[in-house]
């Protein structure tokens, strides 16, 4: 087997997808800096949305290093300037499944929206810098001011498309890759 096809076994495994949707995403967003109900609302949003549309999606708040333990753990490390056990955590629980998931899914739908109280999204960065790598489609949903621009000038070069808001990026998947 080649790395893509075991990458693919494994995910499915992992996560039970693509077997029966066409299509795949990889949803790329906030974690570390924010409120878990505030990681987890955007993606509850469009996880049934885009069943419907027939794209199954990988949401890394479901599996591994999204899981309330690991951000626990990763809190408390933080402040205690633990940055080597940080590291050791963040390579054996989130790095390579996150880039693995980005492999396997057909697009990435990345939420970049202005951060509070200083934090970034320094994994979601890495997430689409990958997919553009990879030449996947890379979709970009922000808050962000567009007129001044105030996204990243790196996150536009890696975007496909940009979007002010979910439903806009609905319109766009479903004219997109809908098999309704």
Not at 48 to 56: D, T
Not at 90 to 113: K, R
């Amino acid at each position: 087997m080649t790395l893509q096809t075991d990458i693919n076994v494994n995910l499915v495994k992992e996560f039970g997808v693509a077997s029966k949707y066409p299509y795949t995403c990889y949803l790329a967003g906030p974690i570390d800096w924010v409120h878990l109900n505030e990681a987890k609302s955007w993606r509850n949003y469009l996880k049934p949305h885009l069943n419907k549309m027939g794209i199954g999606y990988i949401d890394p708040l479901e599996k591994y290093g999204g899981t309330r333990e690991i951000r626990s753990m990763l809190r408390r490390l933080n402040k205690d300037g633990k940055i080597n056990k940080i590291r050791n955590i963040v390579n054996e629980n989130v790095f390579d499944q996150d880039m693995d998931s980005v492999i396997f899914a057909t697009f990435t739908i990345a939420y970049v929206p202005i951060m509070k109280d200083g934090g970034e999204i320094c994994g979601t960065y890495g997430e689409i810098t990958m997919a553009r790598y990879l030449n996947k489609p890379v979709y970009i949903v922000t808050n962000r001011s567009l007129k001044p621009n105030k996204l990243p000038k790196w996150a536009i070069g890696c975007s496909t498309v940009i979007f002010e808001s979910f439903d806009e990026l609905l319109g766009y998947l479903s004219a997109t890759y809908s098999e309704e």
